[in-house]
């Protein structure tokens, strides 16, 4: 996996947690027509949304408590609101601190990485809101005593130091989130310019905490988020938390496609079909590895704790990749995701676009099917189709598996052309992997075809970490 978006979104097989699709009625048309219509809504899984409620109802408690405690009842309007937003801008940093920590059980419990980047992204823009509220409140608060008085709140120069923290967190959390809405950015460019994020919250945390002066039960809001972020810095970025491997093998199963087999050189991740791992490739005097974690999905579990990941040239790190050879070292976090974890009571429909093909090679792998299994893999040209004459060796093999191979060119056949004799569509438990407009396309003709959208989970490869 690694990136479709610029350079660092996921360009094979994985992000996270499986998701359900919403209901939507487009007319059907072939894959690129209908690629081009809104993006297709989500909601849970119902064992995701078990796992969420908990989480989301401590949330929501805290949030109540901290309005409770924080606003002054005795302090005017405007002072009052001022403070309020202080306090909710300050615990909503803090949470976004703590999703990106990137630790696989956190991940997990909290329906996982892609849904935690979800909400990191969400809840960095409340709270640069509400952060914005609070000198804003300030000056209004100063206003009804006189126009002076209001400027003299917005001036930094004219108070202590403290505020001159408070106005660079401000500028710092705005530049970082300007990033986040540039996709054009590439990921190295993206990724410097949200460090400014991570300067801008430890600023917040440090106004918040030299202005209060003195113990408050909501100054753990701000010791959460330095601990989150301290282990984001030294176990994810800096790798304390990574495990060291080794590249022993590197095929090439398309054309700008990698499969790299590693082993460990120490302590081993247990991973599933259908999970990713974060990796970074160290440089070496024979290899210039970027050095940059990347999602990459398991095409293949083997003995010995030994693993294959596949890469597609996209990006400058993930083309630079291609060049890869054994004895390369590199250090992987994980595992993370669920997908094609559930039970196989139900016959299954696979759907894949180009190097989404590996999650689904990975589960063929490890086991034949014990339940009616239906791939249907479609790419460019034949020289874009990875692992094309194993998938057929082993559909010889398996009566449970069935391959249907599309080389789709320019010209994409209609959804329902493709799933023509297929038995039990509208019953089939569908995954689908693959390029976001592939997913989308085959999502909106399945429903139009009449497959209830419960049945349908789907992995995208376009988020940043």
């Known amino acids: ?6 350079q660092a979104s996921r360009a094979h097989g994985r992000t996270c947690a499986a998701s359900r699709v919403a209901a939507s009625t487009s007319p059907r048309f072939g894959l690129r027509t209908i690629a081009r219509k809104r993006p297709i809504a989500m909601s849970l899984e119902p064992s995701e949304r078990r796992q969420r409620v908990p989480i989301i ?8 408590l901290l309005l409770w405690w924080s606003f002054p009842s005795e302090l005017p309007l405007w002072r009052g609101i001022a403070i309020v937003s202080a306090w909710l801008g300050t615990a909503m940093l803090a949470v976004c601190t703590v999703l990106m920590v990137r630790e696989p059980h956190l991940a997990r419990a909290l329906g ?3 849904r935690c980047y979800l909400w990191h992204h969400r809840f960095g823009v409340f709270a640069y809101l509400a952060v914005v509220v609070h000198p804003l409140a300030l000056a209004l608060d100063g206003w009804t005593e006189s126009p002076h008085v209001a400027w003299a709140s917005l001036a930094p120069w004219l108070l202590a130091w403290p505020v001159w923290l408070g106005w660079g967190a401000l500028v710092l959390i705005m530049g970082g989130l300007a990033a986040t809405f540039n996709r054009r950015l590439t990921y190295r460019r993206w990724r410097g310019l949200h460090h400014l994020l991570g300067i801008g919250v430890l600023l917040a945390f440090s106004h918040v905490w030299i202005l209060l002066g003195e113990p408050a039960p909501p100054l753990g809001i701000v010791a959460i988020g330095v601990l989150a972020l301290s282990w984001r810095l030294l176990a994810a970025d800096l790798g304390l938390a990574a495990l060291p491997y080794r590249v022993t093998a590197v095929g090439h199963p398309a054309a700008g496609v990698i499969e790299a087999s590693i082993a460990p050189r120490g302590a081993a991740l247990a991973v599933v079909p259908g999970q990713f791992v974060l990796a970074a490739f160290d440089r070496d005097p024979h290899y210039r590895g970027c050095g940059e974690y990347h999602p990459f999905t398991v095409s293949a579990i083997e ?3 030994r693993l294959r990941v596949t890469v597609k040239g996209l990006g400058s790190c993930s083309t630079r990749l291609q060049a890869l050879e054994p004895g390369a070292l590199l250090r992987l976090q994980g595992p993370f995701g669920s997908f094609l974890s559930e039970a196989a009571d139900r016959p299954e429909l696979w759907i894949a676009g180009g190097i989404g093909i590996t999650p689904f090679i990975a589960a063929l792998r490890a086991e034949p099917r014990v339940t009616p299994t239906t ?3 479609l790419y460019r040209t034949a ?3 990875a692992f094309l004459e194993e998938l ?3 559909a010889s093999k398996d009566a449970n598996f069935k391959l249907i191979a599309n080389a789709t060119g320019d010209r994409p056949p209609a959804v329902e052309t493709l799933t023509a004799g297929i038995a039990q569509l509208t019953e089939r438990r569908v995954y689908l992997c693959g390029p976001a407009a592939m997913v989308d396309a085959m999502t909106r003709g399945l429903i139009e075809l009449g497959t209830p959208p419960g049945n349908i989970r789907y992995e995208r490869f376009d988020f940043r970490l």
């Open 1 to 6: 996996m690694q990136g479709l978006s610029s």
């Open 57 to 64: 109802s401590i949330l929501a408690l805290a949030s109540a």
């Open 112 to 114: 996982g990485l892609e």
């Open 303 to 305: 003995a010995e704790h």
């Open 375 to 377: 791939l249907i893999y």
């Open 383 to 385: 020289a874009d189709a």
């Open 392 to 394: 057929a060796s082993l």
